[in-house]
């Protein structure tokens, strides 16, 4: 069989960057200057590219949730505030201290018996969606809007406690004053559930200035599991009632459950008034380059890169080597993939297309060097083991491609989403496990490899080519 002609090319991560953008808003605060250079290619922002950030900032917002009329605002649980600083040699984001990495309560900031009902609403309603949307998460959820009775409790939780905690949890630049300013840019139930493979969520950066978690149930309930903050290398793990709060901007994830089931109520905070223009900037510059306005996703990439110098996140330096990338630029997007990989040395994305880039441009080893990092960055992500396996194939070493390929089959069945991207990667790994086998001189395994591989996508010419060849190649060695 031939790699050349009948297996599936390399492929590049082209979705959305690490931010979490879960609705139509961009989140944001206000314009730094701090930094600002004219370096480089691109204008800096316009006054009227400021303001369409504004008017996006404003209309992804509603009215800060208020008690009542005539409702008194309780006494706040008299707790410790445990505070985690950001690693030595570590610049946190604008506008954030050295202290302010993420801030636990010590104890229980809700009772018992709120939580449960949240669980209980959410679970009487059923209705959990996976977020499929995004590519690193492997989690179930439920909006806080579409649970009533957890809406009405969720209004006077977020004025009386949750946003009066977060101004003290970050005081190097919120004053009590500032609670009544803070925005839900979104708000979710979320269920890790270690049996139905729903049980992570990858590392990302929200959309959010602030992110907020609530433990909805207990921790003898679920095994593992927690919030991993990678700036610490670790995850958190915090009992009923407690909550983690953290720049929205940091990569972190949820850790992977393994036995049980967790919730936790995540709540994205912004303030009324401040936009992280950086990021709205690298947002818009993602929607226009999803629907191939390159030119104009360009143009926004490079004033987010403009105010933020170094910047905060390498989303723009991703999305701008993927406008490169998609124009077969592959030295210019070589240079920014690996300025993105200086910001985020964890980012999977970024050596995933450096890898990419680096085989175009004719550099097998440093590509298979790329592709190799990224699949170790991942326990879930298949197109670093794919392009991988492709590339060590192509350079002559088929068993050990063919044993790459199995790991992604073994990726995607302990992390199984169902849907028909995962039902084609399938077919394309057993594909390439098939072509791999046969130059290996295993024709039997390459067989029923290259017939899984019909079996999911029937219309694979490459699939049954290769298949009559095998089969040819088994009965001229029986004649």
Same mark, same amino acid.
């Given at each position: 069989?031939?790699?050349?002609?009948?297996?599936?090319?390399?492929?590049?991560?082209?979705?959305?960057?690490?931010?979490?953008?879960?609705?139509?808003?961009?989140?944001?605060?206000?314009?730094?200057?701090?930094?600002?250079?004219?370096?480089?290619?691109? +204008?800096?922002?316009?006054?009227?590219?400021?303001?369409?950030?504004?008017?996006?900032?404003?209309?992804?917002?509603?009215?800060?949730?208020?008690?009542?009329?005539?409702?008194?605002?309780? #006494?706040?649980?008299?707790?410790?505030?445990?505070?985690?600083?950001?690693?030595?040699?570590?610049?946190?984001?604008?506008?954030? +201290?050295?202290?302010?990495?993420?801030?636990?309560?010590?104890?229980?900031?809700?009772?018992?018996?709120?939580?449960?009902?949240?669980?209980?609403?959410?679970?009487?309603?059923?209705?959990? +969606?996976?977020?499929?949307?995004?590519?690193?998460?492997?989690?179930?959820?439920?909006?806080?809007?579409?649970?009533?009775?957890?809406?009405?409790?969720?209004?006077?939780?977020?004025?009386?406690?949750?946003?009066? $905690?977060?101004?003290?949890?970050?005081?190097?630049?919120?004053?009590?004053?500032?609670? *009544?300013?803070?925005? /839900?840019?979104?708000?979710?139930?979320?269920?890790?559930?270690?049996?139905?493979?729903? %049980?992570?969520?990858?590392?990302?950066?929200?959309?959010?200035?602030?992110?907020?978690?609530?433990?909805?149930?207990?921790?003898? #309930?679920?095994?593992?599991?927690?919030? $991993?903050?990678?700036?610490?290398?670790? +995850?958190? &793990?915090?009992?009923?009632?407690?909550?983690?709060?953290?720049?929205? /901007?940091?990569?972190?994830?949820?850790?992977?459950?393994?036995?049980?089931?967790?919730?936790?109520?995540?709540?994205?905070?912004?303030?009324?008034?401040?936009?992280?223009?950086?990021?709205?900037?690298?947002?818009?510059?993602?929607?226009?380059?999803?629907?191939?306005?390159?030119? *104009?996703?360009?143009?926004?990439?490079?004033?987010?890169?403009?105010?933020?110098?170094?910047?905060?996140?390498?989303?723009?330096?991703?999305?701008?080597?993927?406008?490169?990338?998609?124009?077969?630029?592959?030295?210019?997007?070589?240079?920014?993939?690996?300025?993105?990989?200086?910001?985020?040395?964890?980012? %999977?994305?970024?050596?995933?297309?450096?890898?990419?880039?680096?085989?175009?441009?004719?550099?097998?080893?440093?590509?298979? &060097?790329?592709?190799?990092?990224?699949?170790?960055?991942?326990?879930?992500?298949?197109?670093?083991?794919?392009?991988?396996?492709?590339?060590?194939?192509?350079?002559?070493?088929? #068993?050990?491609?063919?044993?790459?390929?199995?790991?992604?089959?073994?990726? /995607? #069945?302990?992390?199984?989403?169902?849907?028909?991207?995962?039902?084609?990667? &399938?077919? %394309?790994?057993?594909?390439?496990?098939?072509?791999?086998?046969?130059?290996?001189?295993?024709?039997?395994?390459?067989?029923?490899?290259?017939?899984? %591989?019909? &079996?999911?996508?029937?219309?694979?010419?490459?699939?049954?080519?290769?298949?009559?060849?095998?089969?040819?190649?088994?009965?001229?060695?029986?004649?």
């Amino acid at each position: 069989p031939s790699r050349g002609w009948w297996a599936v090319a390399l492929v590049y991560l082209a979705g959305q960057g690490q931010c979490w953008c879960p609705r139509s808003g961009i989140a944001g605060r206000s314009l730094n200057f701090r930094g600002l250079s004219a370096a480089g290619a691109g +204008s800096l922002p316009t006054p009227q590219a400021l303001l369409e950030n504004v008017r996006l900032h404003e209309e992804a917002y509603g009215s800060s949730p208020r008690r009542k009329p005539g409702d008194q605002a309780p #006494e706040l649980p008299s707790v410790e505030l445990e505070r985690l600083l950001f690693p030595d040699g570590t610049s946190p984001p604008v506008p954030f +201290s050295q202290e302010e990495l993420c801030c636990l309560s010590s104890g229980p900031l809700f009772r018992k018996e709120e939580l449960e009902a949240v669980v209980a609403e959410a679970e009487e309603r059923g209705g959990w +969606s996976p977020q499929s949307e995004f590519y690193y998460a492997r989690d179930v959820t439920q909006q806080v809007e579409d649970l009533p009775k957890t809406r009405e409790w969720f209004h006077s939780a977020c004025q009386d406690v949750l946003f009066p $905690f977060l101004c003290s949890a970050f005081p190097s630049f919120l004053t009590s004053a500032d609670a *009544k300013n803070m925005r /839900i840019f979104d708000a979710k139930v979320l269920k890790y559930n270690a049996t139905a493979k729903q %049980s992570f969520l990858g590392v990302h950066r929200d959309g959010s200035l602030l992110t907020s978690l609530v433990a909805l149930n207990t921790l003898d #309930e679920y095994e593992a599991g927690g919030t $991993f903050l990678e700036p610490l290398g670790r +995850s958190l &793990r915090y009992d009923q009632g407690h909550v983690c709060a953290h720049p929205g /901007i940091i990569r972190h994830g949820g850790q992977r459950v393994t036995q049980g089931v967790r919730y936790v109520m995540v709540v994205f905070v912004d303030l009324h008034g401040m936009v992280e223009h950086d990021r709205v900037f690298a947002n818009r510059a993602d929607s226009l380059r999803l629907a191939g306005h390159l030119e *104009k996703a360009e143009d926004l990439y490079q004033m987010a890169l403009q105010i933020r110098q170094p910047p905060n996140s390498e989303s723009p330096l991703v999305g701008l080597a993927l406008v490169h990338l998609a124009r077969g630029e592959w030295a210019d997007a070589t240079e920014l993939l690996m300025e993105a990989i200086k910001v985020a040395p964890g980012s %999977s994305k970024a050596w995933s297309n450096l890898g990419f880039c680096l085989a175009r441009q004719g550099k097998p080893k440093e590509a298979t &060097r790329a592709f190799r990092r990224a699949a170790d960055l991942t326990d879930f992500e298949v197109e670093p083991l794919l392009n991988l396996g492709l590339m060590l194939d192509e350079g002559g070493n088929a #068993e050990e491609a063919a044993g790459v390929f199995r790991s992604a089959l073994g990726r /995607i #069945e302990a992390n199984s989403r169902g849907d028909a991207e995962e039902l084609k990667l &399938r077919a %394309s790994l057993h594909l390439n496990l098939g072509v791999s086998l046969a130059q290996g001189g295993d024709l039997s395994g390459a067989v029923e490899a290259l017939r899984e %591989s019909l &079996r999911l996508d029937p219309d694979s010419l490459a699939a049954r080519n290769n298949l009559e060849l095998c089969e040819q190649a088994i009965n001229q060695q029986e004649g």
